[in-house]
């Protein structure tokens, strides 16, 4: 990483309040060249608290943006953080508004020359795609990094039609304890207790109103630009990782957007910007590559941006399984159309007499992490336990040449259900000589769901029907001599929470039944394709404290032999305690926990706990705030728990606890 000091500007920033129409002020955080000429403005629009959280990380991207001439603006969404107003569901239309009114507001400003750009990863990534389809005039390009165009199957709620267990609860859990944190006295002034107590009242566990939309109905389509892509006016550069759940968003927004106003890029990486240098690399220069992206479309430099290949992808290696790299191996590729000439679907046809499917309940505990971070536990580890618990089909790679595939693989499967309802997962392993399995990419489908994920259809007890799915999009490059396994499930917890009734399992007729693989030849695209080294501006330099106290392990897996559980203990690693440059002491622990027991889907229960500390020791300020979530389900719905208790000092200024009963209307 190069920690870049010189830059063509130097550079100032401020705080400021946004003033809305409602008359609610946005805490937002403004770095500008310093410079008597009016220049572009950025805009990042986030929940999570620019005073403290991204702290670290604004400062290596905002000042950067500055020193090389843009107004870079950091604004927290409504009812976080130091802004006003209560906090609301993720992208609902509100916080979408108050998005198009700051980028008016920017636009408007004297310092502005009324062009504007929004970036962001994930939350940011999404409002950034979202506000863009609402046509503000001010806002001409974005940058959308781990981002998604449809917020019921490609986000953390369903995966397949099913209830992703493990983030709808795990993320659910997440806001709830962000959304009680309390506004920092040092930026929100004497009145951060009222603005606290105010939102307070206003919290709601958002697992309630995900749970209640189990199909893809009027609540997702708001938000999904896949609805309408020819509502986005503005130039897009999507972005994102091989081991980000929101990769297929690139590949669509390259698709589906004019090519002359759009342009893709998929790494290796996991849900990261690709300048960070977390594990999967290479990392790569991202700022430069998003500044040339800003020159072009905010200053109208003639730089060759809108030459590179519509496509610009990684395709790895064969590489054995781990859950940590450092670097893949592998090589950058590119494709001037999508969907690529180069790409041709390949079937693998099944072989074999029918075969039943009935997977232990806990398939799955190996799947790795929902959303990595490049932690040392986030991939998923040897197949080889997983793939015992499944139907298995190989198919061989020559001794001469790889199979290298680009784009989504899919599968039809012929099966027949002896129960109303089910599910299954596929997944697409590279088996080295050795035995070893390495996970390449996967999908599911909620049987129900098999019709369109707006409804949802029991299957015709003993009957065989025909269905077909896609897997998540991948680059990769199985060597010669390896083997191309295919292996399908019944269960997959805890990503897919399981249905009464499913333990049952199906039968797969591999007559019918077939694995197509979206395989490349060369393009004349892919030589040239080089980036920069990573650089950022300086850090902002937290100090994180060190502790006599063991880690706990990232992901343990616990087996209780007696009662026939299974139990997956998580730290999802988040942030820890750490000391900033202000002074404020900021602790975070969070741990889930996801239990089944192997033959009864009804067991299935997920939990978590957080505990948080914001601590200012010069102004005797200390406030608390710790929750406690859980999901469990029986026949007829999910049960879901949560408490929220916050303090000041050693006073409870607040407590409330949620108890619900969602019908399961499909899911």
């Known amino acids: 990483m190069i920690i870049r000091t010189d830059f063509p500007y130097g550079t100032t920033h ?30 990042e629009y986030l929940p999570y608290r620019l005073t403290d959280w991204t702290a670290p990380r604004d400062q290596q991207r905002h000042p950067w943006y500055a020193g090389h001439g843009y107004a870079s603006v950091r604004v927290d969404v409504r009812g976080h953080g130091c802004s006003g107003g209560r906090p609301g569901d993720e992208y609902d239309a509100r916080e979408l508004a108050d998005g198009v009114a700051v980028v008016e507001w920017l636009a408007a400003q004297p310092w502005c020359t009324g062009s504007v750009g929004m970036f962001g990863i994930s939350w940011g990534g999404f409002n950034s795609l979202q506000i863009a389809a609402l046509a503000p005039e ?6 959308t990094v781990c981002s998604t165009d449809d917020r019921y199957d490609n986000d953390v709620h369903y995966m397949g039609g099913s209830v992703l267990a493990v983030d709808m609860h795990a993320w659910a859990a997440t806001m709830l304890a962000f959304a009680s944190r309390p506004p920092d006295p040092q930026f929100a002034g004497d009145d951060w207790r009222r603005m606290w107590l105010d939102r307070l009242e206003a919290v709601e566990p958002l697992v309630h109103i995900w749970l209640s939309h189990q199909t893809r109905d009027a609540y997702w389509r708001h938000g999904s630009v896949c609805e309408d892509y020819t509502a986005i006016g503005a130039a897009v550069l999507a972005v994102g990782g091989w081991h980000d759940p929101y990769r297929d968003t690139v590949l669509r927004l390259v698709e589906h957007l004019p090519p002359a106003r759009v342009r893709g890029l998929i790494g290796p990486w996991s849900h990261q910007y690709p300048d960070r240098g977390l594990p999967p690399g290479p990392a790569i220069g991202f700022l430069q590559e998003t500044l040339r992206w800003w020159d072009h479309w905010l200053k109208g430099a003639d730089n060759g941006v809108m030459q590179e290949p519509l496509l610009r992808t990684w395709i790895s290696d064969s590489h054995p399984p781990a859950t940590v790299y450092e670097e893949l191996p592998g090589r950058w590729v590119g494709e001037k159309s999508w969907p690529s000439a ?53 198919f061989p790679v020559g001794r001469e040449e790889p199979v290298e595939i680009l784009g989504r693989p899919s599968v039809t499967l012929r099966l027949r259900l002896d129960v109303p309802y089910g599910q299954v997962v596929a997944r697409l392993c590279d088996v080295a000589p050795d035995g070893s399995s390495t996970l390449v990419t996967r999908g599911a489908l909620n049987l129900s769901a098999r019709r369109g994920r707006d409804r949802a259809l029991p299957w015709p007890v003993g009957s065989y029907e025909d269905v077909t799915f896609q897997l998540n999009g991948i680059g990769h490059a199985f060597a010669p001599g390896h083997r191309i396994r295919l292996a399908v499930s019944s269960a997959y917890w805890p990503w897919i929470w399981p249905r009464a009734g499913s333990e049952a399992g199906w039968t797969l007729d591999p007559a019918g039944s077939a694995l197509t693989l979206p395989v490349r030849a060369g393009s004349a695209a892919d030589g040239g394709i080089v980036f920069e080294a990573p650089e950022q501006a300086e850090p902002l330099g937290v100090v994180f404290p ?40 900021y602790g975070e622990d969070a741990e889930e926990v996801y239990e089944i027991q192997d033959a009864d889907a009804l067991s299935a229960r997920a939990f978590s706990r957080w505990r948080i500390r914001l601590h200012r020791p010069e102004l005797g300020w200390d406030a608390r705030v ?10 007829g719905g999910f049960l879901t728990t949560n408490e929220v208790v916050c303090r000041e000092g050693d006073e409870v200024v607040f407590h409330r606890t949620w108890e619900r009963r969602l019908p399961r209307a499909a899911g």
């Open 546 to 585: 060190a502790t006599l106290d063991e880690p706990r392990p990232e992901r343990l897996v616990v087996r209780d032999v007696a009662r026939g559980t299974w139990r997956l203990e998580v730290d999802p690693r988040y942030g820890g305690t750490r000391v900033y440059p202000d002074g404020l002491e």
């Open 14 to 43: 401020e705080d400021v309040r946004i003033p809305l129409p409602d008359g609610v002020e946005l805490y937002a955080r403004i770095w500008r060249p310093v410079t008597d000429e009016p220049v572009p403005a950025l805009l």
């Open 342 to 394: 180069s790409v041709i679907p390949v079937p693998y046809v099944f072989q074999g007499a029918p075969v039943d499917v009935a997977s232990p309940q806990h398939t799955g505990l190996d799947a790795g992490r929902f959303y990595p971070f490049g932690n040392d536990a986030d991939l998923p580890p040897d197949q080889r336990e997983e793939d015992a618990k499944s139907a298995c089909f190989e």
């Open 626 to 635: 710790e929750t406690r979530s859980e999901i469990r389900c029986d026949e």
């Open 138 to 143: 001010p806002l001409k390009a974005v940058v």
